[in-house]
């Protein structure tokens, strides 16, 4: 796994882990089971640990307030659109076969 730059995960970086949950046939039911991933060998200050872990807590709980609050999940959209716009991300994607109405994407960027 590497960023966009290229470089691999750093000691002291945090991951927001969503892994979708899916039914017999591989369809995402539309719930996530969502955890956060730090390394044991994290070199960071004990309260800068927990500061930064706050915001990431505070990430995955946006995930459910977006379901119970429509205007929440409008301004995280709003955000969305202005760092990452959809059609950015549809770009990314890659399709790498066709088969009726079935059609594979490849999700990993090639350089």
Do not use: C
């Not at 915001?55 to 202005?82: C, G, H, K, W």
């Amino acid at each position: 796994m590497k960023d966009k730059q290229g470089k691999p995960p750093g000691r002291d970086d945090f991951f927001l882990v969503m892994s979708p949950m899916v039914d017999d046939e591989n369809r995402w039911t539309g719930d996530f089971h969502i955890n956060i991933i730090t390394q044991h060998d994290n070199k960071l200050d004990r309260d800068d640990y927990l500061a930064i872990m706050d915001y990431v807590r505070f990430t995955a709980a946006s995930v459910s307030l977006m379901e119970t609050n429509p205007r929440y999940r409008e301004m995280l959209e709003e955000q969305a659109d202005i760092h990452l716009p959809r059609e950015k991300v549809k770009k990314s994607l890659k399709t790498v076969k066709t088969n009726d109405n079935v059609i594979t994407v490849d999700f990993k960027k090639k350089d």
